[in-house]
C-alpha cells in the first residue's frame, strides 16, 4: 500500500506513518510546484496532526549525472517545516480547532487553521493542511498473495481496502523561482520527526512503492531474510544513505526485483556487467524527481529515470500526480519492463478522483451509518 503501515513503528504510531508523497506542476500555473505528504492511514473522525512531530518536505535541486544512469544532487536544500498545536476550544462551542504553521526556507512561516479549505498564504506559498480521502489505490490483499504463491494473483476487479478511507494532507503550493535556487529539475522527499532541539527521523518517503512491494517481501532475500529492513531504512537520509546498510537494502531490493521479473515466466530485465539489476541504484536513489520546465502531466511517474535507462531525454516533468495508477505501471514495470501487457491489479481509481484545483485532493468520506 504505497507507504501505508512501512513497518512496526508505523503501526504503533500511524500519525507520524507518510502514506504517500507527490510532487507536480501546479496545474493552475506552471509558476508553481506543488507537494503533497499523506500520513495517518485510515484516519478516523477525531484523526489530527501530532504536537510533538515535525511534517518535513525536503527539496534539492538535481541533475542528470553525465555518462552514469544516475542523478547529481545539489548540495542546496530547501527545506519545509509544519508543526501542529493541540486542537482547542476557544469559543467553548465543543468544537476543536487545530492550528499549524509552516516554516519556510526563508526562516518566514505561514500561519493556518487545519481542515480550512483555503488554507493559509506567504510570500510564494499557500499552505492546506487537514482530512482528505486517501488518493491511493491498490488491491493489497492479492498483492500480497502473488508473495505468497510466487504467481500473479490479481483478478480482473479487484478490492482496495483504502476504498472510502481518508488520510491527514499537507498540501504546499510554492512558487519555486521564488522560494528556491537551481533548478528547474528537483528531488523531493517527504521526513515525519520527533520534535525538539535535535530532531530523530521516524519515517522518509521518495518514491511510491519502495518499503512495502519493493522491500517488503523477506523470503527471496539470501542475505537478510529474518531482518524487518524498512526500520532501518525509514531513518536514513534518502540524500546521504549509510554506508553500512546500503549491501543490506541492495541485497533486498534485487531479491526481490529478480523475484518479480520472473513472474511472467522470461527474464525482461538482463543483469548489466556487475551483475546488478538495471532499476537497483535509480530505487535506491528514493527520491520523486520533478521537472518544473515541463507542463504538468497526469501519467509521468518515473518517466525521467525510463529515459535515463534508454538514454534519452525525457519528455514529462515527472514527478507524481495524486490521480496516475502508480501501482499498474510499477508492476507492469517490474514484471516485464514494459515489453508486455499492461500487469493491471484490477483496482482502477479510488472512491473520489482529486481535482486540479487547490488542494487538489477529494474532502474527507463521511463515516459510514449504521444499519438500524
Known sequence: MSDHISGPRAVSDPVTDITDVFAFPSPESPRHLVLVMNVFPYA?????????????????????ASGERAFAVGADEFTFDCTFDIP????GGGHAVQ?????MPNGESVSFRVNDESGGAGKGLQVFAGQRSDPFFLDGPMAAQTIATRQLAFKQVGFDRLYGKNVLGIVLRIEWAKLLQGGPMFAVVGETLTCGKRPIRLER???PEIKNISLGAKIFD????DLEIRELYNTEDAFKVSETYIGAYRARLEANLAFYDGLDGKADWPLDDH???PLTELLLADYLVVDVSKPFAETSYFEVEQAILEERAHSTCGGRWLNEDVVDFILTLYINAGNGPRI?????????WSSRIFPYMAPPNRPPVASS
Open 99 to 103: 492550528q499549524g504553521r509552516c516554516m
Open 275 to 277: 551483475g546488478h539489476h
Open 205 to 207: 518517503v521518495g518514491r
Open 88 to 91: 482547542a476550544d476557544p469559543d
Open 344 to 352: 493491471r491489479d484490477g483496482v482502477d481509481g479510488p472512491i473520489t
Open 44 to 64: 478516523g473522525t477525531s484523526a489530527v496532526f501530532s504536537d510533538a512531530v515535525i511534517y518535513r518536505l525536503r527539496i534539492r535541486p538535481v541533475s542528470i
Open 222 to 225: 539470501p542475505v537478510n531474510r
